[in-house]
């Protein structure tokens, strides 16, 4: 092998180091949002290639057609997108478990403008998202993400990828908790004003003088915000919780991809 090679090589190493870096940055919440400039996020990937490429041992081959290296692209942009996609689908949770505690205590048309992601939430929704946001960065989320990146070159050494039946079956386990974890976020507020709908409901019927959407939304409102209150405590340890849950998962999977 001469010194053209060598060189073709070591450059195709950081080129796959540097395009997994990059999908982590698409889609993981904080780094892929509006606030942060495309600039931005390529050079922080430019930058952690150039620490992580010379740590890696293996050095993969050139292709000898385009084809070649552009398979070998999407593949170190899939495992950047998988580690980004574990971490949104923690973000949906505690957002979803906001949608539902909207839609219990009547708030489910009031919408509010995310000028992070360039959407509008309902507000609750918005309000756990951002407080996830805030747990995500107390934690070191955004350096443990960077780490388990760079972890994934011993794991997963470039040009290596395998996306096997194991590893999709993770994702898809992964998916379909999403439903019942943010039930679980919102499980005090959702308890709470269903016990105020059936006491409303029997005063309807006992008393029907009452005008229950009147007197009761306003109940519901103020009880709703009481209840956040007093679970946010619990809240904010259970989402950290969901959040280190989400981090072991990645390895996890990451151990699966070869």
Do not use: C, W
């Not at 048309?109 to 995310?114: E, G, K, L, P, R």
């Amino acid at each position: 092998m001469n010194l053209a090679d060598i060189l073709s090589n070591y450059t195709y190493l950081y080129l796959l180091v540097f395009i997994r870096f990059m999908g982590l940055f698409l889609l993981t919440p904080v780094f892929s949002s509006r606030v942060v400039p495309v600039r931005v996020r390529v050079g922080l990937a430019f930058l952690m290639a150039l620490v992580s490429a010379p740590l890696i041992s293996n050095t993969p081959v050139l292709p000898a057609n385009e084809l070649g290296i552009f398979i070998g692209v999407l593949r170190e942009l899939l495992v950047g997108i998988i580690i980004g996609f574990i971490t949104l689908l923690t973000f949906a949770v505690i957002q979803l478990a906001g949608r539902f505690v909207d839609m219990r205590m009547g708030f489910a048309i009031v919408n509010v403008a995310d000028p992070i992601h360039g959407t509008t939430l309902p507000l609750m929704g918005q309000y756990k998202n951002i407080l996830a946001t805030l747990i995500f960065l107390s934690i070191n989320g955004h350096h443990i993400l960077i780490r388990a990146v760079h972890d994934s070159f011993l794991i997963v050494p470039p040009g290596s990828i395998v996306l096997t039946n194991r590893a999709l079956s993770l994702i898809i386990r992964k998916s379909s908790d999403l439903f019942l974890l943010a039930f679980k976020v919102a499980l005090p507020v959702i308890a709470t004003l269903f016990i105020v709908d059936l006491i409303l409901g029997f005063m309807a019927r006992t008393m029907p003088q009452l005008h229950v959407f009147v007197v009761g939304l306003p109940i519901k409102i103020t009880l709703g915000l009481v209840i956040l209150f007093f679970s946010l405590g619990t809240m904010m340890r259970f989402s950290a919780q969901l959040f280190e849950e989400s981090f072991r998962y990645i390895y996890n999977l990451l151990r699966n991809l070869l």
